[in-house]
């Protein structure tokens, strides 16, 4: 394991918070998985979700560790811990009221998650779920962000369907307690959505629900929702007409980017996206040697003026996505423990070092002034490594808008942690055609993504002590 930071916001809430005046940020977003056999390279990038800021100052300490830092940080990890688990026993002791138990379960699922235990943090959801899904018609909000909390660690555990079924309840609670705060119901429906194709489901499905979503925003005067809905489809028809090697639609798909783009309407940041997409598109084009003039718009990724998410984050344009098949090589190694590896048990008490379960990095990386990002580093990890070097590569290609300077003139620069999860979800019904009970994986495994922490120097303090 490697450094661990000291601090974190007490309120993170990554695991159920939805950025949603953020769309889809790479031109490779999670709804490029068009199907399980689509997925050449294995992974699925599912950076739908939004940070806490730590504004209590420096995250990480210096990088040269010795063992007595090592255990540490272990501390520091099981006291953030510990703590939450208190407050919880403490909320539940004094029969607090239902938003407060669902605040402080999802507040100790967060700091578990971020320590690697996925597992008891899933559990902790689970419990607080079963006091409190009685509640729906009080607590609507409440209880929809802890279906978006148990939706998120399904998917990190592999549990697709799960991820889908929490994502759907999330949406139906508010359909049924809160359906007059439309824009509320209209983020979920788009979640839900994004449930689906991030796990490989039906894009068809998805697609169809992105444009009845379009058309209800645009209805009731929702523009940013529309936005959001509608860079989906335009990101989704992307990946399918690039994976069909489909002429016509990669270039009907690029003419409604540049219009996008060029629409002053539209957001800020979802221009710039349409922008890198539009870039993206025309660099299809030219691989597949397809003809076409060759625009303003190829620049537009460069000469796009500096920007932040709605949120005051980095706005993520474009980057690689992690090359799966150069690490592959490994399941090789595995074939004489077949079942403990290919097939690992959720129940099974044995994780050796070839599981899919317990594999994951937290990588911290610089985004500079311009957009560009350095300094990638392994901030934290747990079981098999050889896939981090291609984590990192591809980390190392991200793109992000230019940042704005600070009040002061000084150039702007971030600092992000992502966490990525090392996992292969599990093959629905594959117990039962085996004639047993116990719960497969698919043999090809995925990473999956989630931002968990963010600093800038906004405050007076460098991200990571840079100069």
């Known amino acids: 394991m490697q450094r661990f930071p000291q601090k974190l916001a007490v309120n993170a809430q990554f695991l159920s918070k939805f950025a949603i005046c953020t769309v889809l940020m790479s031109a490779y ?24 800021e730590n504004e209590n100052g420096q995250l990480y300490q210096e990088s040269d560790k010795t063992n007595s830092d090592t255990v540490a940080d272990i501390t520091v990890r099981a006291n953030l811990v510990d703590e939450a688990k208190r407050k919880l026993e403490q909320c539940l002791d004094r029969n607090c009221p239902p938003n407060e138990d669902i605040a402080a379960s999802i507040e100790l699922a967060d700091f578990q998650f971020f320590a690697g235990e996925y597992r008891e943090a899933r559990e902790v959801l689970f419990n607080s779920k079963g006091r409190n899904a009685r509640h729906a018609e009080e607590w609507p909000q409440e209880l929809s962000t802890l279906y978006n909390a148990q939706a998120t660690l399904a998917l990190h555990l592999g549990y697709s369907t799960e991820h889908r079924n929490a994502a759907r309840k999330a949406k139906n609670v508010l ?5 007059n705060d439309l824009e509320q119901l209209l983020a979920s429906e788009i979640r839900l959505a994004d449930s689906w194709t991030g796990t ?3 894009w068809r499905s ?26 989906r489809v335009l990101a989704l028809d992307l990946a399918r007409a690039e994976q069909g090697k489909d002429r016509a639609l990669l270039k009907r798909v690029k003419h409604e980017l540049v219009n996008f783009y060029q629409n002053e309407s539209k957001p800020d940041e979802h221009r710039a996206v349409a922008g890198a997409l539009a870039s993206k598109a025309t660099q299809i084009q030219i691989d597949y040697s397809f003809a076409d003039n060759q625009n303003e718009h190829d620049s537009i990724v460069a000469y796009f003026p500096p920007t932040l998410t709605s949120e005051g984050q980095p706005l993520l344009l474009t980057y690689e996505p992690v090359k799966m098949n150069d690490i592959f090589g490994f399941l090789d190694i595995a074939r004489a423990n077949r079942e403990q590896f290919i097939f690992a048990s959720a129940t099974s008490a044995v994780r050796n070092s070839f599981s899919f379960e317990g594999v994951w990095a937290d990588i911290g990386y610089t985004i500079n002034a311009d957009g560009s990002v350095s300094n990638a580093e392994i901030v934290q990890s747990e079981g098999l490594d050889r896939w981090h070097a291609n984590a990192l590569e591809s980390v190392l290609t991200k793109k992000y808008a230019p940042l704005p300077p600070l009040e002061d003139g000084t150039a702007r620069q971030g600092y992000i942690v992502e966490r990525f999860t090392f996992t292969a979800p599990y093959l629905e019904d594959a117990g ?19 931002q968990v922490l963010y600093e800038d120097n906004a405050s007076g303090t460098n991200p990571k002590g840079q100069s």
């Open 432 to 450: 039962a055609l085996r004639g047993t009970r116990i719960p497969y994986r698919q043999k090809v495994p995925r990473l999956y993504t989630i």
């Open 175 to 179: 359909q049924n307690h809160q359906a």
């Open 29 to 52: 977003p999670a709804h490029a998985s068009i199907q399980d056999s689509d997925l050449s390279n294995g992974q699925v990038d599912f950076i739908l979700y939004g940070s806490q």
């Open 206 to 231: 998805a697609r169809a629900k992105y444009r009845k979503v379009i058309k209800q925003a645009n209805n009731a005067g929702l523009d940013e929702i529309a936005s959001i809905a509608q860079m």
């Open 200 to 202: 490989g489901d039906s």
